[in-house]
């Protein structure tokens, strides 16, 4: 029964996690263009203005 | 600040609301971009521009975002450069854009959360409804359903939200609509569920209630996704009607500006092919106008300095020079859409089905409610025992069929009707349509396609024919287009030459050889005698002159659609404004008994209205500016896309491609759609005639309750989705 009492716990943390989760991917508009996004991936030239985070990362050093 | 926007960085910038301080944000409906590549064109062409920081298209939307400084850029020069890569664009107003998201991301976010809680509530109260059967530890149960507690009361409160709201305005205007039974039996049951927790009883219903609440904002979200999609489809197709002006000004320089933003007195120039953005005077410059979407009449109309010149009109000739005399709300375009709105106050007494289906359904819950209530309390149950009850009731009666089942069905049809190029622009349209039971069409545009074409092309020897669209092929006039697309037909390929002048409002000429050809009027190729007015000459010098006639032409499957409907039972009309003869034999060759001919637009109302009155519910089928007061009045409305814009947002539906089937298959999907939607009431009628006797006699405990609302939403959810992936009807 022990058990219980930090199971529960974790299946609500994992459960908001996930939560959390959409609602970040829904304010920084992750659903704005579902279709063109197919298309961004296959793009060959690096994307300009989307900077992936790894760049912000740079530049801030 | 530098801006490289992350997409997130870039979403929060189009909400208005982390815009960097001197940067403007402007959203553009982009035509033909359609793929990719084009996505990454566009994004490239507004980058481009001077002053423009970033750029970020949306393919699904067909909309570029784009932040700038306006003290270096405007809004037309982005515009423009859009122009020269090649796609046709033009500014859409922040408030409607900035609305529509807003809505459906409040809706989302309160979806996001019930959902959460409805899972992690059920989780739980599983384990109770199994550890009753088993042995459950009582403490650990009541611990269960106190953790099921503190996570429902926040959820209840916070994505409850829409329905409370909606419920608390329509009780302030004295109505009852079908979020007063859900919002009631939310509360209730949450309070009531709280109430047995503290004194721990099992009749706790969190789940039914958190669940209740995610199935219902499921449909709510389906609802509002229809009619935004709906709606920005339908601004992009206005805003790029409305396009960029180009305004000559006092030193002769040359700017470009969006329609709406033109005031009398500019001076504005309408390049050949251009449609003219505000009602004005000619000043230079002469040629011919179409005004078919003013008047409805496919023939063009001779413009010299002085002519009085409308907003919507097409030119046709030469450059011409305009002095706006009314520009943006004060045009006769603006004019007829306030007639519109008159006209549409009639469309909005029109109560949808689901909201009628609450009419009768609220009252009837809420007296078996208080039905239950009464009866325990006198049978002598105790009064928690009574409430118990009749919160079951509510619960089990709760209208999530109705609430879920009708936006499930309409966004089923409304794709199934996209994929086809049919538009839905009224969410209620598709009820509307399906109720008609007559046809109305206009003539010009809609059944006909609204350019002319070349009559009695065998009386028209080949060379005369060949040599004729070669000088034609010059031309933007629309009989100049005809004699091409009639040479193109018969001979394949049309050759073009070189040393073709064009004289606006007259014809064409060109030297060859020392002799002078010659197509265009009657005095043009020198001949007396006064023609009908839908004709062209051309004469070679010495040569007879050769006559060419013209007449708008049927579209192609007109009298097939018109067959069609009168084989099932409608009834069928013609209404014009054009003369009587004209109207009389296109209607007789399409098989249309019912014409009236000579109408104003005050005349098609007056008809409507009196069919309306006689209980017909009439389906308005037009195109033309005239027709758009006529199509808001009507019961339901379908426009041709090449319609003016005016009628395509008075339309409720609008329709692509130069065929007419589009309208059967509207009202096929429509009607199918309307059945199901009466298919997934009745599921939900037997689910209550089933249910409710139990939920009164105090059988339904909290587990029969969740499963018995989950089951119907799920099954009526998947019925709707039929429509969606069946075989053309």
């Not at chain 2, 960085?9 to 035509?31: M, W």
């Not at chain 2, 509530?121 to 269960?144: H, K, N, Q, Y």
């Not at chain 2, 000043?283 to 300095?305: C, F, H, N, R, Y």
């Not at chain 2, 091409?484 to 073009?496: D, F, Q, S, T």
Request: hydrophobic share 50%; proline share 4%.
């Amino acid at each position: 029964m022990t058990a219980l009492a930090w199971l529960v716990p974790a299946a609500l943390f994992l459960g908001g996690l996930g939560l959390a989760a959409f609602l970040w991917a829904l304010r920084s508009g992750q659903f704005e263009d579902l279709e063109g996004a197919a298309y961004r991936a296959l793009e060959d030239d690096p994307p300009e203005e989307d900077d992936p985070p790894e760049a912000d990362d740079r530049k801030r050093e | 600040m530098t801006v490289h926007a992350s997409p997130g960085r870039f979403a929060k910038e189009a909400q208005g609301t982390h815009l960097a301080a001197g940067r403007s944000l402007l959203t553009l409906a982009v035509e033909n971009m359609h793929c990719g590549g084009c996505m990454r064109s566009v994004e490239r062409a507004a980058l481009s521009v001077k002053g423009v920081e970033t750029a970020r298209a949306s393919l699904a939307a067909k909309r570029v975002s784009v932040t700038y400084d306006p003290a270096v850029a405007g809004e037309a020069d982005v515009v423009a450069a859009l122009e020269r890569a090649g796609f046709a664009a033009a500014p859409i107003e922040a408030a409607k854009r900035d609305r529509d998201t807003a809505r459906q991301h409040y809706l989302l976010r309160r979806l996001a959360v019930a959902g959460f809680a409805s899972m992690n509530i059920m989780l739980l109260s599983i384990a109770v409804w199994a550890g009753v059967a088993s042995d459950m530890d009582p403490a650990l149960a009541a611990m269960f359903r106190w953790i099921s507690a503190l996570i429902a009361l926040p959820t209840v409160a916070y994505s409850g939200q829409p329905f409370f709201v909606s419920a608390l305005g329509a009780l302030k205007g004295r109505r009852l609509n079908m979020d007063v039974p859900i919002s009631l039996a939310i509360l209730l049951a949450t309070a009531m569920s709280l109430y047995q927790t503290m004194v721990g009883s099992e009749q706790v219903y969190f789940d039914a209630a958190v669940s209740l609440l995610f199935f219902l904002l499921v449909g709510r979200f389906l609802d509002e996704s229809l009619r935004v999609r709906a709606r920005s489809e339908a601004q992009n197709l206005l805003s790029l009607q409305g396009g960029i002006a180009t305004v000559v000004e006092a030193d002769g320089t040359r700017r470009l500006v969006a329609a709406h933003a033109l005031l009398p007195g500019d001076r504005l120039l309408v390049a050949p092919g251009e449609r003219v953005s505000a009602d004005g005077v000619v000043l230079s410059g002469k040629g011919d106008i179409d005004q078919s979407l003013i008047t409805g009449e496919t023939a063009p109309v001779a413009v010299a300095p002085g002519a009085e010149i409308y907003a919507g009109t097409l030119n046709l000739g030469q450059a011409l020079e305009v002095q706006v005399t009314a520009a943006d709300s004060a045009t006769l375009l603006a004019e007829i859409s306030r007639l519109m709105l008159a006209a549409e106050q009639g469309k909005a007494r029109y109560r949808r089905l689901a909201d009628r289906a609450a009419g009768i359904y609220a009252p009837a819950v809420h007296g078996l409610g208080l039905a239950t209530f009464l009866g325990w309390m006198i049978a002598g149950a105790s009064w928690q025992t009574a409430l118990t009850y009749a919160i079951a009731v509510l619960i089990i009666t709760c209208p999530c069929a109705l609430a879920l089942a009708v936006p499930a069905v309409q966004i089923a049809a409304a794709s199934r009707l996209f994929r086809k190029g049919i538009m839905v622009k009224a969410a209620d349209g598709l009820e509307r349509i399906a109720e008609s039971d007559m046809v109305v069409f206009d003539k010009t545009g809609t059944l006909t396609v609204g350019k002319p074409q070349l009559l009695d092309t065998d009386l028209i020897p080949d060379a005369v024919l060949a040599s004729a669209a070669s000088l034609a092929v010059a031309s933007r006039h629309p009989y100049a287009r005809a004699v091409v697309a009639a040479a193109e037909r018969r001979l394949g390929k049309v050759v073009a030459v070189n040393n073709i002048e064009e004289t606006a409002g007259q014809g064409l000429e060109r030297r060859r050889d020392g002799k002078c050809e010659r197509l265009g009027s009657a005095a043009w190729c020198g001949i007396k005698q006064a023609g009908e007015g839908s004709e062209v000459w051309y004469r070679v010098d010495g040569a007879e002159p050769v006559r060419f006639r013209f007449a708008d032409r049927l579209r192609s499957d007109a009298a097939a659609v018109v067959a069609e409907l009168k084989g099932r039972g409608y009834g069928v009309a013609l209404l014009s404004g054009d003369r009587e003869g004209v109207v009389e034999s296109i209607a007789r060759e399409i098989g249309i008994e019912l014409r009236l001919a000579d109408l104003k637009p005050a005349d098609k109302i007056a008809w409507l209205e009196a069919r309306a009155a006689e209980g017909c519910k009439v389906l308005m089928v037009g195109d033309g500016l005239n027709d758009a007061p006529a199509l808001a009045a009507a019961h339901a409305s379908i426009s041709p896309a090449s319609a003016a814009d005016i009628s395509q947002r008075a339309a409720d539906f609008v329709f692509q491609g130069e065929r007419l089937a589009p309208v059967l298959e509207a009202i096929a999907v429509a009607k199918r759609a309307r059945s199901m939607a009466f298919q997934n009431f009745a599921v939900a009628f037997v689910y209550n005639i089933v249910c409710v006797p139990l939920a009164m006699a105090g059988y339904v405990t909290p587990l029969i309750a969740a499963i018995v609302m989950s089951t119907s939403s799920i099954l009526v959810t998947a019925n709707a989705l039929r429509l969606a992936g069946r075989p053309p009807l």
